[in-house]
């Protein structure tokens, strides 16, 4: 997080600073007012990091903010006034402009905090036809535990056909759901059965999209939260222009908002492959995936940033896809670390969608299940050259999840 980065620094400078104190060389009453500075900043980043994060209830931001207040900047602040005399009777500022601007430069750098959203698809588990609930359990109470550990404020999307048994509602499906409301986490709706747009009716699928949304409704609804967010099966919006339009008409009428991809990626034929390997207790194939797929994940992760600069002359919230299956519960701490690594801070998808790219118009049509940035691309005119670097799935990867 830009806060510990932020803190490293007030503390480094700090124990600079005391040093030259201690020692009596010259600038350390600078150093220690810098410091202050540094702390300032460090509160600042400190505070927005936990009001931006959705698990932590009013009374814990309030605790944190008197926290942060009284225990960083109350002590610097008496640091400020006792070096502000020394500093103004001796040190002309002028003569350490480079140490100020360092500093500056440092804090600009990092708090340019980069953006992403987690979003799952397929919930509640991704399961290739493993009924055992063990197996969904231990798999759900990972996936989960690892976001709200984290503090990932992400959403996952649900095809309630999965819900049902024998005609019936699955009370253990229904309570795999239900911890992801229960840890802070979003849902949204991914059809019921989740058909493909490209060949189905606009009746069969608008009747299925709304079939798709009874539990997942009554479920955010206990927790005085709405339904908002629809993701396209397959990200399949329509092949052509009418199509398309008549189901964005569909879907504003019914309230709801789509949630894009802007990270697109082939996630699934890792985790088939991972899951055929799991069942065959194959684990040095195990381990050869997860370590496939975490960089090609980063390579991923850094195209798409190549991407939106390329298009918006930035870096964009990006918006990645997962999907609730073995692979991504047993990898996802893994991703938040390159992730983090890298210099992102986790949004939710209402924060995300505040960028004004995604109000950037689609113009071309097809069958297609692409990124958004992607789309964005092809509808500015952008041909095959523009897209030559995007990482590529490992052949090998292809052919287990045949």
């Excluded at 959705?54 to 944190?64: A, E, G, Q």
């Excluded at 047993?330 to 210099?343: E, S």
């Amino acid at each position: 997080m830009l806060y510990k980065a932020s803190l490293l620094l007030t503390a480094l400078i700090d124990l600079v600073g005391a040093f030259f104190k201690i020692q009596h060389y010259p600038n350390g009453g600078i150093l220690m007012q810098m410091s202050v500075v540094a702390s300032l900043i460090f509160m600042i980043l400190g505070l927005t990091d936990v009001y931006r994060n959705n698990t932590f209830k009013p009374s814990d931001k309030l605790i944190w903010t008197i926290g942060f207040i009284f225990l960083s900047w109350m002590p610097d602040s008496a640091i400020f006034q006792n070096t502000k005399r020394e500093i103004q009777n001796k040190y002309n500022p002028m003569k350490t402009p480079l140490l100020f601007l360092f500093l500056l430069s440092t804090f600009v750098t990092v708090g340019q905090s980069r953006q992403v959203c987690f979003s799952f698809d397929d919930l509640p588990v991704v399961n290739y036809g493993v009924t055992d609930t063990l197996f969904h359990r231990q798999l759900t109470d990972k996936l989960v535990g690892s976001l709200a550990r984290n503090h990932i404020p992400a959403i996952g999307f649900v095809n309630e056909q999965k819900m049902y048994e024998n005609g019936k509602v699955s009370r253990f499906q229904l309570e795999l759901l239900k911890s992801w409301v229960d840890n802070g986490l979003d849902l949204g709706n991914h059809t019921y059965s989740h058909p493909d747009y490209n060949i189905v009716s606009y009746r069969d699928f608008t009747a299925d999209l709304l079939k798709g949304e009874t539990l997942t409704r009554k479920l955010l609804q206990e927790k005085g939260k709405t339904l908002k967010y629809f993701r396209h099966p397959f990200l399949h919006v329509g092949p052509t222009k009418a199509k398309a339009d008549s189901l964005d008409a569909f879907l504003k009428e019914h309230h709801y908002t789509v949630a894009p991809v802007t990270i697109d990626n082939e996630d699934y034929l890792f985790a088939l492959a991972y899951h055929r390997a799991y069942f065959q207790k194959d684990t040095m194939l195990m381990k050869r995936i997860g370590a496939d797929f975490l960089t090609y994940m980063e390579a991923k992760m850094k195209y798409y940033e190549k991407q939106s600069i390329a298009l918006f002359g930035r870096e964009i919230p990006q918006i990645m896809l997962l999907h609730a299956s073995l692979l991504d519960s047993d990898y996802v701490d893994a991703l938040v670390a390159i992730y983090r690594k890298n210099g992102y801070g986790f949004v939710n998808m209402d924060r995300a969608l505040e960028d004004d790219a995604f109000q950037t118009p689609i113009t071309v049509y097809g069958k297609w299940g692409i990124s958004w940035i992607d789309k964005w691309a092809l509808s500015r005119g952008k041909k095959g050259e523009f897209f030559r670097e995007e990482p590529l799935t490992p052949e090998y990867i292809h052919q287990l999840s045949k």
